[in-house]
């Protein structure tokens, strides 16, 4: 007779056998993070061999695109002077740019509190925000005068209009699951706005955010242009009108480093403040 034996009972899995799993799901991660760095700077690499071919082969004349090496020699050659004027430049983009998103978020906030008034500002936000924002500068200079102020508002117009929007949307957009749970629990107004609806919103915020961010650099530099007494705008104005258009690229290179590093800060600020965000939403 064959023996007939039972069917053993399905096990956990032990922690050796686990620990393959783990260690591959690390390695993944190291990976990631290495790609994260590495990344960035073959991109960089790519553009500089790109912009160095086509000066080479002198696709654009060599005085509005002069090759990268004369960029960084005109850089190396006063690098305080740069760098105070990088300075000047960081400061007003920093500033304006708070000053927009205290304010983007409260327009953000009365828009979606009241359908009355999103039907009656809308229209005025769209239209401030399709006038050609060069076309104030003059008429900021002659309002405010000289300095900061004109360079400040510059960057405001610039940059409210996403974050408003931003705010807006995010508040009007409850997902239903969590709208039906506030009702469930028979919550206040107040309640509701602080638990449930602004914490919902905040992904779209900083995505209003992340896009007002290079805004602000265009306008720092639009401003310094019309009423800049300093700042890498006004560098490029004065350096490109005598025909030193190397000094002029290397104030436009540091006008896009710094766009870049205020940005990567605003995204690690965003996951800081939203860590469940990459949790509850797909991977790539």
Not at 209 to 226: N, R, W
Not at 268 to 273: K, M, N, V, Y
């Amino acid at each position: 007779m064959t023996e007939v034996r039972s069917a053993e009972p399905a096990t956990e899995p032990t922690p050796a056998e686990g620990a393959p799993a783990v260690r591959v799901r690390r390695s993944a991660r190291l990976r990631s993070g290495a790609g994260a760095g590495l990344l960035p700077a073959v991109g960089l690499l790519v553009a500089l061999a790109v912009w160095w071919l086509v000066a080479r082969l002198e696709l654009v004349h060599p005085a509005a695109l002069p090759p990268p090496a004369d960029v960084l020699t005109a850089f190396v050659d006063k690098p305080a002077r740069m760098l105070e004027h990088t300075g000047d430049t960081t400061l007003e983009i920093l500033i304006g740019f708070a000053l927009s998103a205290v304010a983007g978020v409260l327009i953000g906030l009365s828009l979606a509190s009241s359908r009355m008034v999103e039907r009656m500002f809308t229209p005025l936000l769209v239209a401030v925000n399709a006038v050609p924002k060069i076309t104030l500068g003059p008429l900021l200079v002659v309002a405010l005068g000289w300095g900061q102020r004109p360079i400040l508002t510059m960057v405001f117009l610039l940059c409210f209009f996403p974050i408003v929007l931003s705010t807006a949307t995010g508040l009007t957009t409850t997902p239903a699951d969590l709208a039906e749970l506030v009702r469930s629990w028979n919550a206040s107004r107040w309640q509701a706005f602080r638990k449930v609806r602004f914490p919902a919103a905040l992904p779209q915020i900083f995505v209003g955010l992340k896009v007002a961010m290079p805004l602000a650099a265009i306008g720092a530099v639009i401003g310094e242009f019309q009423a800049g007494e300093g700042g890498l705008g006004y560098v490029i104005q004065q350096y490109a009108g005598v025909g030193d258009t190397a000094t002029a690229w290397a104030a436009i290179m540091l006008v896009a480093l710094v766009s870049i590093l205020l940005y990567s800060a605003l995204v690690l600020a965003e996951r800081l403040a939203l860590p469940w965000v990459r949790e509850t939403t797909s991977t790539r």
